[in-house]
């Protein structure tokens, strides 16, 4: 029972890191939505501008639909469909612009064979199951003292970890892509370009956050396993 109440004792380390959350989380939003109102002077729409970087890039097979939600953007690359919330396929915002073009550089990597992409795709399907068994795992393993069950929600969580940390650079690539083609070829100029910047860096650190979430869960874990390798 010790380690199983050390664990909730260790909770002080996530502190930090939940309030860095919110930050990020407030400046995307921030950022989106006072760039969704300075509309961009070509007039394009974010799916204007996703189908215009695909066809840069030589893509024809990658379809664009609009899905529900707000800032729900995404790139499937099994199905090959860039998927954008209403506010961004249709919106001739800038910030529509820097989303649409972002994911559209998910489709770039995807056609290139990026590496990190591949790697990231690859592990998918262990980092849900980490997401779900890995911590009740080490709970269970903490509760009953039982070392190959924290081991085994170790390796599961870390699976999660470094799904996280692979995410990183295929992020960062997709941004630099995007604000590369939206620069090179005029979608944006001036104020406009910095608008769009300023969107995806704020989104970037959502993606920081969500790697500091998973380390410090991680190091939680391990103190725990620490403390009971000391009995």
Same mark, same amino acid.
């Given at each position: 029972?010790?380690?199983?109440?050390?664990?909730?004792?260790?909770?002080? $380390?996530?502190?930090?890191?939940?309030?860095?959350?919110?930050?990020?989380?407030?400046?995307?939003k921030?950022?989106?939505?006072? *760039?969704?109102?300075?509309?961009?002077? =070509?007039?394009?729409?974010?799916?204007?501008?996703?189908? =215009? @970087?695909?066809?840069?890039?030589? $893509?024809?097979? +990658?379809?664009? %639909?609009?899905?529900?939600?707000?800032?729900?953007?995404? *790139?499937?690359?099994?199905?090959?469909?860039?998927?954008?919330?209403?506010?961004?396929?249709?919106? %001739?915002?800038?910030?529509?612009?820097?989303?649409?073009?972002?994911?559209?550089?998910?489709?770039?990597?995807?056609?290139?064979? *990026?590496?990190?992409?591949?790697? =990231?795709?690859?592990?998918?399907? +262990?980092?849900?199951?980490?997401? &779900?068994? #890995?911590?009740?795992?080490?709970? $269970?393993?903490?509760? $009953?003292?039982?070392?190959?069950?924290?081991y085994?929600?170790?390796?599961? &969580?870390?699976?999660?970890?470094?799904?996280?940390?692979?995410?990183?650079? +295929?992020?960062?690539n997709?941004?630099k892509?995007?604000?590369?083609?939206?620069?090179s070829?005029?979608?944006?100029?001036?104020?406009?370009?910095?608008?769009?910047?300023?969107?995806?860096?704020?989104?970037?650190?959502? *993606?920081?956050?969500?790697?500091?979430?998973?380390?410090?869960?991680?190091?939680?874990?391990? @103190?725990?396993? #620490? =403390?009971?390798n000391?009995?």
């Amino acid at each position: 029972m010790g380690n199983y109440f050390a664990y909730y004792m260790t909770g002080f $380390i996530m502190i930090p890191v939940f309030i860095f959350s919110i930050i990020c989380q407030i400046k995307v939003k921030n950022a989106f939505n006072k *760039y969704s109102a300075v509309v961009n002077r =070509r007039g394009m729409t974010g799916a204007d501008a996703a189908y =215009r @970087l695909l066809q840069l890039n030589g $893509i024809t097979d +990658v379809r664009i %639909k609009m899905i529900g939600g707000t800032l729900t953007d995404y *790139y499937d690359p099994r199905a090959k469909e860039i998927c954008l919330s209403k506010d961004v396929f249709n919106s %001739k915002s800038v910030a529509a612009i820097g989303v649409a073009c972002h994911e559209a550089g998910h489709a770039c990597q995807h056609a290139q064979g *990026y590496a990190a992409l591949k790697i =990231r795709n690859a592990i998918i399907p +262990v980092t849900r199951i980490g997401s &779900y068994l #890995g911590i009740p795992l080490a709970l $269970i393993g903490m509760f $009953i003292y039982s070392d190959p069950l924290i081991y085994a929600g170790l390796i599961l &969580y870390g699976a999660v970890a470094l799904f996280q940390f692979i995410t990183l650079p +295929v992020e960062f690539n997709a941004s630099k892509r995007a604000l590369a083609t939206i620069e090179s070829n005029a979608f944006l100029d001036g104020y406009e370009y910095t608008g769009a910047k300023k969107v995806l860096t704020a989104a970037a650190l959502t *993606y920081v956050a969500a790697l500091a979430s998973a380390l410090a869960t991680l190091l939680r874990l391990f @103190l725990i396993l #620490g =403390r009971g390798n000391r009995r």
